[in-house]
């Protein structure tokens, strides 16, 4: 679903960081979360990012939907009042017990990381 802005119009300077109100709270059920991002074209257009995309929203959570937004552009950029600027999808959570040990099964890919697949 699309995440519009709530209130008045903000303007974010090159580099800022703000919490973007959507007006309206919802209720996840136990299971499930909620993961924010922002629509490609908005992204495009204005230049700016989530610097903890996506976002998590918890089950257990019952305020108002923010969104954290960052202006990465040199440029000052503004967002309308009721622009659709972001997404919320709903995915089920899955939960696993871990499990302590002294060494992990071995992999062919084993300790390389970074490029280290060769594609």
Known sequence: MDLCLAGEALT?????RKL??????????????????????????TGCLMPN?????D?????????LLM????????????ERFAQLVIC?????SWEHVSELAESERGHGGFGSTGR
Do not use: C, H, K
Request: charged share 20%; aromatic share 6%; net charge positive.
């Open 12 to 16: 974010l300077a090159s580099g800022e």
């Open 20 to 45: 973007l109100p959507t007006g309206f709270r919802i209720a996840i059920p136990a299971g499930y979360e909620g993961q924010v991002r922002l629509r490609s074209g908005f992204a495009r257009r």
């Open 71 to 82: 202006n990465a552009t040199s440029e000052l950029v503004v967002i309308e009042s009721g």
């Open 53 to 57: 995309a996506p976002g998590t929203i």
């Open 59 to 67: 089950s257990d959570y019952r305020g108002e939907l923010l969104v």
């Open 92 to 96: 089920p959570v899955t939960r696993i």
